[in-house]
């Protein structure tokens, strides 16, 4: 609550002596935001800050307080009690002699009252502590070990704050550089590569720190609260001298006793680790008839020694440190190390003797519990007894006083049903309750359906079906089975506008010849439909599918596209798909079948330098090309770049420094004139970079695949570069089929390395028939199994080793985006897609993904395969159309289309 320290004014009074009452003040409201109390160190410098980093153990954003010549502070929250009610008025010294006087201060001195009385103390941390996430960081990727400089580990965690960028540019910088440096040697393997010296993570010598700083922390004395839960209530000796006099008890064996107190070696945060401690120790006090306690004498093997009280300690204090500072990935990593200088096993062989025990002195304190018990449950069971009599003579009241029998209601109701053709659950007969009549009845068989807990009504009364047998009782998945039988011969209403001459026909071609025909009904608007809820399929584009339908009927409506699906189809998002999957499955096929990609943002070509700030790849590329520049030795290494949105080829460039690169993106930039003059003749060019333009913005750039396969003769399209088509349905959510026919789609021109051609004539990079005119597209497109059985440097059957390839790919690039990315690619239980993957095979046969494409162009197939395509919309039509309305001339099985992945998103 924020308020202002303001002197009452007096009140005027006719009694000068008359002491004038108080005046009271109104008070701001609270504000969101109050102050907070720091307690700071003394002497700190005058560069040092207050910043955010995220947690080492925790990677919660944490205030820390770094000062470069102390180094390193924590801010400890110490609350006030909650028994006691306080609050602290905050307010800047006042002169005290001028208030008596009563005079005026110059301004009001803004006041705060705190309702939470709480201190932040900013106590001492380690260093090591905070750099060591970027330690650890330095390991990741490819799993090798480097050795970087302290300034490397200090940069990645200065990434993280700007104030902390802030300090280290000051400067005094050098101090906390040098106190971090310090802290690296300590854990750290070191070599010295000529002035600088080099630093790698070692876990070993972690270690070994981690156990001095418990042995210190157990010398100082533990926190009263760690000392209380962790060591004396750990080994706290339950009460064992029993005097047994009419009771035996079967122990079980404290070997199949796993024990609580080892619950602390593998605790993943202090809290945890007390709550379980707390809750396992007990000490146990009974006196019984049974059994009777005596004191433990004082001279038993059970009392621990000082020795494992201070092997606990030892423990204890480890195990805080491994789970409020060291990273979780670390934690593990350095709890599976054996410690050389500590040996735990006589802990260890006395808490599990502590834990016999404890079992022991259980099953005699359960031995009166269980006769407690079992008296409670003879006296509960009695009493539901006497609940059911009374309520069952409640219910035979109730049909006298109405003079109704029950298997009358039922007769009643079953006539009534067979008028209404409705189906009436038994449940809402019994009772005589015929008010639920009058609320609505799904429409189906009149079935009339038996309770499964209470007594049946007599066979006189039962009801009675058309051929005189008595019903059956009917499950609920038999009526499920009954409505869908029903539902089957209702009409199946399609909407086919795919907006393309090429496709069209070969739709309408499909669905006639693998769905019933006297069942296909074709509309051409949502109108036509007899009811919202009507069997319905839609195929059509993307920007015209009516997904609220979708939704709102997902047990009948069915649409040719789902409505999330970025994390395929966009370039940027595909590879960030691939680099979080493999991150996580790093045996993943992805890993060395999909190029690396360095995704940047550009709005204008003058910030491209910005933009390539943090593209660390491409940079170090560019450097070792400037050295086979000098040299003259090697081969330059050369990128694809592709903007994140483009289709049909557009847009696609090679380069190998920056300044090709900034001469790409100054091409597309619009021109700055008026002025209309030659438009006319700059008509081709200006339409191809408006379309360029648009997609400015996102952008990849990978390593180009050199040198591809390239078929030689006789082939026709010997010597020219191809990528191979292939076509693929994911449906539901989610399955997932290839089409075994597979297209290799061959470039306009024969091959040549990207240093001799480059963008001078990308039509012998480029495989795509859309960038070819008429009659270069001739002889471009072939079908992949048509191919010659001899590729060079290749075994005999490397088109069956392709094609395996991409079965795999295929199957993980879904699961990645399903399982990983789940935010940008829902799949849809009443849904499918049609995709068009593109894969480009390099000299060594290794298939490589390129890029994924939602509804595919097939038109650049060509008229003399059309064939190619009907079959493959019959095979979606066999497997994700006629499946889903419970119909059609297939099983759902086809030898074209391979199904590769089948996993349950649990999406109903």
Same mark, same amino acid.
């Given at each position: 609550m924020k308020t202002r320290a303001k002197k009452a004014s007096t009140p005027k009074s006719d009694n000068a002596t008359e002491t004038s009452k108080p005046k009271a003040q109104v008070l701001e409201p609270s504000v969101s935001n109050p102050p907070q109390?720091?307690?700071?160190?003394?002497?700190?410098?005058?560069?040092?800050?207050?910043?955010?980093?995220?947690?080492?153990?925790?990677?919660?954003?944490?205030?820390?307080?770094?000062?470069?010549?102390?180094?390193?502070?924590?801010?400890?929250?110490?609350?006030?009690?909650?028994?006691?009610?306080?609050?602290?008025?905050?307010?800047?010294?006042?002169?005290?002699?001028?208030?008596?006087?009563?005079?005026?201060?110059?301004?009001?001195? !803004?006041?705060?009252? #705190?309702?939470? $009385? %709480?201190?932040?103390?900013? /106590? *001492?941390?380690?260093?090591?502590?905070?750099?060591?996430?970027?330690?650890?960081?330095?390991?990741?990727?490819?799993?090798?070990?480097?050795?970087?400089?302290?300034?490397?580990?200090?940069?990645?965690?200065?990434?993280?704050?700007?104030?902390?960028r802030h300090i280290m540019r000051s400067e005094e910088s050098e101090k906390l550089e040098k106190i971090f440096e310090a802290r690296v040697a300590a854990v750290c393997d070191g070599m010295e590569a000529g002035e600088e010296k080099l630093f790698r993570l070692s876990r070993r010598r972690l270690l070994n720190e981690l156990v001095g700083k418990a042995k210190r922390m157990v010398a100082k004395g533990l926190?009263?609260?760690?000392?209380?839960?962790?060591?004396?209530?750990?080994?706290?000796?339950?009460?064992?001298?029993?005097?047994? !006099?009419?009771?035996? #008890?079967?122990? $079980? %064996?404290?070997?199949?006793? /796993? *024990?609580?107190?080892?619950?602390?070696?593998?605790?993943?945060?202090?809290?945890?680790?007390?709550?379980?401690?707390?809750?396992?120790?007990?000490?146990?006090?009974?006196?019984?008839?049974?059994?009777?306690f005596a004191p433990t004498p004082s001279g038993d093997p059970t009392v621990p020694g000082e020795d494992i009280t201070h092997l606990l300690r030892l423990r204890t204090a480890l195990n805080f440190l491994l789970s409020s500072y060291i990273p979780p990935t670390l934690r593990a990593e350095l709890s599976a190390l054996p410690t050389s200088t500590i040996d735990f096993t006589p802990l260890d062989a006395h808490l599990k003797h502590l834990e016999k025990l404890k079992k022991e002195a259980q099953a005699l304190r359960s031995l009166s519990e269980n006769i407690s018990r079992k008296r409670g449950i003879e006296d509960d069971e009695e009493a539901l007894e006497k609940q059911e009599v009374k309520k069952k003579k409640k219910v035979e009241e109730e049909f006298r006083k109405k003079n109704i029998s029950e298997s009358a209601v039922v007769h009643f109701v079953t006539t009534f049903a067979k008028m209404q053709k409705r189906t009436i659950p038994y449940d809402q007969i019994r009772g005589n309750r015929l008010v639920n009549l009058a609320m609505p009845i799904e429409v189906g068989f009149c079935t009339i359906l038996k309770p499964r807990i209470g007594r049946r009504p007599s066979g006189k009364g039962q009801p009675q079906t058309s051929n005189g047998h008595k019903s059956e009782r009917k499950s609920t998945n038999q009526s499920r089975r009954t409505s869908i039988t029903m539902a089957s011969e209702e009409k199946i209403y399609a909407y086919i506008d795919y907006e393309d001459t090429y496709i069209q026909p070969l739709l309408l071609a499909a669905l006639k010849a693998r769905l019933p025909p006297e069942l296909l009904v074709f509309i051409t608007s949502l109108e036509d439909l007899p009811s919202p809820s009507s069997r319905f399929l839609q195929w059509r584009q993307y920007e015209?599918?009516?997904?609220?339908?979708?939704?709102?009927?997902?047990?009948?409506?069915?649409?040719?596209?789902?409505?999330?699906?970025?994390?395929?189809?966009?370039?940027?998002?595909?590879?960030?798909?691939?680099?979080?999957?493999?991150?996580?499955?790093?045996?993943?096929?992805?890993?060395?079948?999909?190029?690396?990609?360095?995704?940047?943002?550009?709005?204008?070509?003058?910030?491209?330098d910005d933009a390539l700030v943090e593209a660390w790849e491409l940079k170090e590329s560019w450097v070792r090309n400037e050295a086979v520049k000098s040299s003259g030795k090697g081969d330059l290494e050369w990128w694809i770049l592709k903007p994140g949105m483009s289709e049909r080829g557009q847009g696609i460039r090679l380069f190998h420094s920056e300044e090709p690169l900034q001469s790409i993106f100054d091409e597309w930039e619009p021109a700055d004139s008026d002025d209309d003059e030659g438009e006319s003749s700059n008509d081709t060019a200006a339409a191809s970079s408006a379309v360029m333009t648009s997609h400015l913005r996102h952008f990849i750039a990978q390593p180009y695949i050199?040198?591809?396969?390239?078929?030689?003769?006789?082939?026709?399209?010997?010597?020219?570069?191809?990528?191979?088509?292939?076509?693929?349905?994911?449906?539901?959510?989610?399955?997932?089929?290839?089409?075994?026919?597979?297209?290799?789609?061959?470039?306009?021109?024969?091959?040549?390395?990207?240093?001799?051609t480059a963008n001078e004539d990308l039509a012998t990079h480029l495989t795509n028939t859309c960038l070819q005119s008429t009659g270069e597209r001739e002889g471009s497109v072939h079908e992949f199994r048509s191919l010659p059985p001899e590729a060079p440097g290749l075994s005999g059957n490397w088109k069956g080793d392709v094609f395996l390839q991409i079965c795999c790919i295929t199957a993980d690039i879904f699961e990645a985006a399903a399982r990983s990315m789940s935010v940008h690619f829902q799949p849809l239980p009443n849904a499918f897609e049609l995709f068009g993957f593109d894969f480009l095979v390099d000299a060594e046969g290794k298939a490589w993904l390129l890029e994924v494409n939602a509804f595919p162009d097939f038109k650049q197939t060509g008229d003399e395969m059309q064939g190619l395509i009907g079959e493959f919309l019959e095979g979606v039509v066999d497997v994700a159309v006629a499946p889903f309305f419970g119909g059609g001339k297939s099983d759902g099985q086809r030898d074209d289309m391979v199904k590769v992945l089948d996993i349950d998103l649990g999406r109903r």
């Open positions: 109390v720091f307690i700071l160190p003394k002497d700190t410098s005058p560069a040092c800050r207050i910043i955010t980093f995220p947690h080492p153990a925790t990677a919660t954003p944490n205030r820390y307080l770094v000062c470069p010549d102390k180094g390193v502070y924590e801010f400890t929250r110490v609350a006030a009690p909650k028994r006691a009610c306080r609050s602290w008025l905050l307010a800047p010294e006042t002169d005290a002699a001028k208030h008596a006087d009563g005079e005026e201060g110059g301004t009001d001195d !803004e006041a705060y009252v #705190l309702q939470t $009385p %709480d201190l932040m103390i900013a /106590t *001492p941390i380690d260093p090591l502590f905070i750099i060591l996430p970027a330690l650890a960081q330095s390991e990741e990727g490819k799993g090798l070990q480097t050795y970087l400089t302290t300034s490397d580990y200090v940069e990645r965690i200065a990434e993280q704050s700007a104030h902390f926190p009263a609260s760690l000392e209380e839960r962790f060591v004396k209530q750990a080994l706290a000796v339950p009460v064992l001298s029993i005097k047994r !006099e009419e009771t035996s #008890l079967s122990i $079980p %064996d404290g070997d199949d006793v /796993t *024990p609580g107190a080892e619950s602390q070696t593998t605790s993943a945060s202090v809290s945890t680790s007390q709550e379980t401690e707390a809750s396992s120790v007990t000490t146990t006090n009974i006196s019984t008839a049974a059994t009777s015209s599918i009516d997904f609220d339908h979708l939704m709102a009927h997902p047990t009948s409506s069915l649409g040719n596209s789902y409505i999330i699906r970025k994390a395929l189809i966009r370039k940027h998002y595909l590879s960030n798909t691939v680099t979080h999957w493999t991150a996580k499955n790093p045996d993943s096929i992805l890993r060395d079948h999909v190029k690396p990609s360095v995704v940047f943002e550009v709005d204008y070509a003058e910030f491209l050199h040198p591809p396969l390239l078929l030689a003769l006789p082939h026709p399209a010997a010597g020219r570069k191809f990528h191979i088509r292939t076509y693929v349905l994911a449906s539901g959510a989610l399955k997932v089929y290839l089409y075994k026919r597979m297209l290799a789609l061959f470039a306009a021109k024969p091959y040549s390395s990207p240093s001799e």
